[in-house]
Protein backbone atom coordinates (compact mmCIF):
# COMPACT_ATOMS: atom_id res chain seq x y z
CA UNK A 1 0.00 0.00 0.00
CA UNK A 2 0.90 3.41 -1.18
CA UNK A 3 1.90 5.85 1.62
CA UNK A 4 1.62 3.38 4.26
CA UNK A 5 4.29 2.07 6.69
CA UNK A 6 4.82 -1.71 6.36
CA UNK A 7 4.42 -2.14 10.21
CA UNK A 8 1.14 -0.25 10.23
CA UNK A 9 -0.17 -2.40 6.71
CA UNK A 10 0.68 -5.56 8.85
CA UNK A 11 -1.36 -3.75 11.69
CA UNK A 12 -4.17 -3.51 9.71
CA UNK A 13 -4.32 -6.69 7.81
CA UNK A 14 -4.14 -8.86 11.01
CA UNK A 15 -7.03 -6.43 12.36
CA UNK A 16 -9.08 -7.07 9.32
CA UNK A 17 -8.95 -10.78 10.13
CA UNK A 18 -9.85 -10.21 13.56
CA UNK A 19 -12.64 -8.12 12.53
CA UNK A 20 -14.05 -10.14 10.12
CA UNK A 21 -13.62 -12.98 12.34
CA UNK A 22 -11.12 -15.28 10.41
CA UNK A 23 -8.91 -14.88 13.36
CA UNK A 24 -11.00 -15.28 16.90
CA UNK A 25 -10.61 -14.45 20.29
CA UNK A 26 -8.00 -17.21 21.45
CA UNK A 27 -6.33 -17.70 18.48
CA UNK A 28 -2.53 -17.73 18.30
CA UNK A 29 -1.34 -15.34 15.08
CA UNK A 30 1.42 -16.58 13.32
CA UNK A 31 5.06 -16.64 14.72
CA UNK A 32 7.59 -13.52 13.64
CA UNK A 33 8.94 -15.67 11.43
CA UNK A 34 5.83 -16.29 9.69
CA UNK A 35 4.82 -13.36 9.32
CA UNK A 36 8.40 -11.91 8.52
CA UNK A 37 7.76 -14.10 5.53
CA UNK A 38 4.53 -13.33 4.79
CA UNK A 39 4.66 -9.73 4.39
CA UNK A 40 8.56 -10.08 3.03
CA UNK A 41 9.52 -7.31 5.82
CA UNK A 42 11.99 -8.24 9.15
CA UNK A 43 11.45 -9.12 12.48
CA UNK A 44 12.02 -5.65 13.99
CA UNK A 45 9.30 -4.10 11.38
CA UNK A 46 6.84 -7.48 12.66
CA UNK A 47 7.53 -6.72 16.29
CA UNK A 48 6.61 -3.03 15.61
CA UNK A 49 3.08 -3.77 14.28
CA UNK A 50 2.82 -6.43 16.44
CA UNK A 51 3.10 -4.02 19.39
CA UNK A 52 0.83 -1.36 17.83
CA UNK A 53 -2.19 -4.45 18.06
CA UNK A 54 -1.31 -5.24 21.56
CA UNK A 55 -1.63 -1.63 22.39
CA UNK A 56 -4.96 -1.09 21.07
CA UNK A 57 -6.00 -4.40 22.61
CA UNK A 58 -6.76 -6.51 19.79
CA UNK A 59 -3.80 -9.18 21.30
CA UNK A 60 -2.05 -9.89 24.08
CA UNK A 61 1.80 -11.56 23.70
CA UNK A 62 2.12 -15.19 26.06
CA UNK A 63 5.92 -15.56 27.00
CA UNK A 64 7.32 -18.79 25.70
CA UNK A 65 4.30 -19.62 23.14
CA UNK A 66 3.52 -16.31 20.61
CA UNK A 67 0.91 -13.91 20.69
CA UNK A 68 -2.87 -14.48 21.22
CA UNK A 69 -5.90 -12.59 19.61
CA UNK A 70 -7.54 -11.00 22.63
CA UNK A 71 -10.94 -11.20 24.11
CA UNK A 72 -12.43 -7.82 23.48
CA UNK A 73 -13.42 -6.24 26.88
CA UNK A 74 -16.93 -4.63 25.64
CA UNK A 75 -17.30 -3.44 29.50
CA UNK A 76 -14.72 -0.98 29.35
CA UNK A 77 -14.70 2.33 27.97
CA UNK A 78 -13.07 5.44 28.21
CA UNK A 79 -14.24 8.93 29.52
CA UNK A 80 -12.62 11.99 27.65
CA UNK A 81 -13.74 14.72 30.31
CA UNK A 82 -13.42 18.41 29.27
CA UNK A 83 -14.93 20.81 31.78
CA UNK A 84 -15.90 23.35 28.51
CA UNK A 85 -16.68 20.91 26.22
CA UNK A 86 -19.16 18.78 28.36
CA UNK A 87 -21.49 21.52 28.27
CA UNK A 88 -23.96 22.05 25.65
CA UNK A 89 -24.09 24.75 23.48
CA UNK A 90 -21.63 26.49 26.01
CA UNK A 91 -21.43 30.10 25.46
CA UNK A 92 -18.22 31.50 28.00
CA UNK A 93 -20.65 33.43 29.52
CA UNK A 94 -19.72 32.54 33.31
CA UNK A 95 -20.33 35.01 36.19
CA UNK A 96 -18.35 34.79 39.06
CA UNK A 97 -20.04 34.44 42.90
CA UNK A 98 -17.68 34.22 45.61
CA UNK A 99 -13.89 33.69 46.30
CA UNK A 100 -13.82 32.89 50.29
CA UNK A 101 -12.00 30.84 52.78
CA UNK A 102 -13.77 27.25 52.63
CA UNK A 103 -16.23 26.51 54.91
CA UNK A 104 -15.58 24.23 57.26
CA UNK A 105 -17.86 21.77 56.32
CA UNK A 106 -18.07 17.84 56.08
CA UNK A 107 -16.99 17.85 52.75
CA UNK A 108 -14.00 19.93 53.18
CA UNK A 109 -13.11 18.54 56.59
CA UNK A 110 -12.80 14.97 54.52
CA UNK A 111 -10.49 16.47 51.78
CA UNK A 112 -8.24 18.51 53.68
CA UNK A 113 -4.57 18.67 54.14
CA UNK A 114 -4.74 19.74 58.45
CA UNK A 115 -1.72 21.86 57.38
CA UNK A 116 -3.48 23.92 54.92
CA UNK A 117 -6.25 26.03 54.31
CA UNK A 118 -8.45 25.64 51.03
CA UNK A 119 -10.04 28.72 49.14
CA UNK A 120 -13.65 27.95 47.32
CA UNK A 121 -14.39 29.51 44.16
CA UNK A 122 -17.67 29.34 43.04
CA UNK A 123 -19.44 30.47 39.45
CA UNK A 124 -22.50 30.05 37.79
CA UNK A 125 -22.27 29.46 33.61
CA UNK A 126 -24.63 30.63 31.02
CA UNK A 127 -26.28 28.95 27.84
CA UNK A 128 -28.15 31.36 25.86
CA UNK A 129 -28.35 33.56 28.83
CA UNK A 130 -29.42 30.51 30.97
CA UNK A 131 -27.99 29.18 33.98
CA UNK A 132 -26.77 25.90 32.87
CA UNK A 133 -23.61 24.71 35.26
CA UNK A 134 -23.01 25.79 38.64
CA UNK A 135 -18.73 25.08 39.47
CA UNK A 136 -17.18 25.05 42.71
CA UNK A 137 -13.22 24.47 42.93
CA UNK A 138 -11.26 24.21 45.79
CA UNK A 139 -7.46 24.97 45.80
CA UNK A 140 -4.73 24.93 48.56
CA UNK A 141 -4.88 28.61 49.96
CA UNK A 142 -1.13 29.65 50.02
CA UNK A 143 -1.11 33.00 52.31
CA UNK A 144 1.96 34.17 50.41
CA UNK A 145 -0.05 34.56 47.10
CA UNK A 146 -3.61 36.09 48.56
CA UNK A 147 -6.39 35.60 45.99
CA UNK A 148 -8.63 38.38 45.01
CA UNK A 149 -11.82 38.55 43.07
CA UNK A 150 -10.84 40.61 40.51
CA UNK A 151 -8.15 38.43 39.91
CA UNK A 152 -10.17 35.52 38.98
CA UNK A 153 -10.48 34.21 35.43
CA UNK A 154 -12.56 30.79 35.02
CA UNK A 155 -9.83 27.91 34.22
CA UNK A 156 -10.36 24.27 34.52
CA UNK A 157 -8.88 22.49 37.13
CA UNK A 158 -5.87 21.21 34.97
CA UNK A 159 -5.27 24.77 34.08
CA UNK A 160 -5.15 25.87 37.61
CA UNK A 161 -2.87 23.03 38.73
CA UNK A 162 -0.66 23.40 35.95
CA UNK A 163 0.59 26.75 36.75
CA UNK A 164 2.20 25.04 39.76
CA UNK A 165 3.48 22.01 38.62
CA UNK A 166 3.78 19.49 36.20
CA UNK A 167 0.26 17.91 35.02
CA UNK A 168 2.73 14.36 34.49
CA UNK A 169 3.31 14.14 38.28
CA UNK A 170 -0.38 14.31 39.39
CA UNK A 171 -3.02 11.84 40.42
CA UNK A 172 -6.58 12.27 39.50
CA UNK A 173 -9.77 10.66 39.93
CA UNK A 174 -13.16 11.47 38.22
CA UNK A 175 -16.85 10.84 39.58
CA UNK A 176 -20.53 10.95 37.98
CA UNK A 177 -23.58 10.81 39.76
CA UNK A 178 -26.68 12.08 39.96
CA UNK A 179 -27.86 13.54 43.66
CA UNK A 180 -31.15 15.27 44.18
CA UNK A 181 -30.70 18.95 43.65
CA UNK A 182 -30.11 21.47 46.86
CA UNK A 183 -32.90 24.25 47.52
CA UNK A 184 -29.83 26.28 46.21
CA UNK A 185 -28.89 24.51 43.11
CA UNK A 186 -32.31 24.88 41.88
CA UNK A 187 -32.49 28.42 42.94
CA UNK A 188 -29.40 28.91 41.31
CA UNK A 189 -29.90 26.97 38.24
CA UNK A 190 -33.68 27.62 37.91
CA UNK A 191 -34.22 24.18 38.25
CA UNK A 192 -37.83 22.61 37.42
CA UNK A 193 -39.22 19.81 40.65
CA UNK A 194 -38.19 17.11 38.83
CA UNK A 195 -35.66 18.65 36.37
CA UNK A 196 -32.53 16.22 36.78
CA UNK A 197 -28.83 17.50 37.28
CA UNK A 198 -25.69 15.44 36.92
CA UNK A 199 -22.48 15.77 39.22
CA UNK A 200 -19.10 15.32 38.00
CA UNK A 201 -16.12 15.34 40.86
CA UNK A 202 -12.29 15.66 40.41
CA UNK A 203 -10.11 15.55 42.85
CA UNK A 204 -6.45 16.21 42.00
CA UNK A 205 -3.33 15.10 44.08
CA UNK A 206 0.32 15.47 43.91
CA UNK A 207 2.94 13.10 43.96
CA UNK A 208 3.13 12.78 47.94
CA UNK A 209 -0.40 11.92 47.67
CA UNK A 210 -1.99 15.95 48.87
CA UNK A 211 -4.75 17.17 47.75
CA UNK A 212 -4.05 20.18 45.33
CA UNK A 213 -7.71 20.76 43.84
CA UNK A 214 -10.67 19.32 44.02
CA UNK A 215 -14.27 20.34 41.94
CA UNK A 216 -17.72 20.13 41.45
CA UNK A 217 -19.36 20.93 38.72
CA UNK A 218 -23.53 20.35 38.14
CA UNK A 219 -24.76 20.35 34.94
CA UNK A 220 -28.66 20.53 33.98
CA UNK A 221 -29.61 17.15 32.71
CA UNK A 222 -30.75 18.47 29.17
CA UNK A 223 -27.43 20.23 28.79
CA UNK A 224 -24.85 17.45 29.87
CA UNK A 225 -22.61 16.02 26.78
CA UNK A 226 -20.48 13.19 28.18
CA UNK A 227 -19.11 10.62 25.88
CA UNK A 228 -16.88 7.48 26.35
CA UNK A 229 -15.54 5.42 23.95
CA UNK A 230 -15.14 1.01 23.75
CA UNK A 231 -11.47 1.18 24.60
CA UNK A 232 -11.31 -1.98 21.89
CA UNK A 233 -11.13 -0.79 18.44
CA UNK A 234 -13.01 -2.39 15.94
CA UNK A 235 -12.08 0.27 13.14
CA UNK A 236 -8.87 0.62 11.64
Avoid at 118 to 143: C, E, G, H, Q, T
Wanted: charged share 25%; net charge positive; proline share 6%.
Amino acid sequence: MIGVPLYMHLANQIKEKINHRTLKPGDMLPSEHELAVEYNASRTTVRKGLSILFSEGFINPVPGKGYFVKEPEIDSYTLYFNERSCIENYTDEIRLLEVKLAPPDKLIQQLRDTKKSFVMIRWLIYSNKKPVAYDVKYLPYDRGKPIVEREIHYATIPEMVAKHQSLFSIKKTLRISAPKATPELKKLLDLGSDEPIILVEQKFLNAQDKLIGFGQLYMKGEYCNLVAVSSYRQTQ
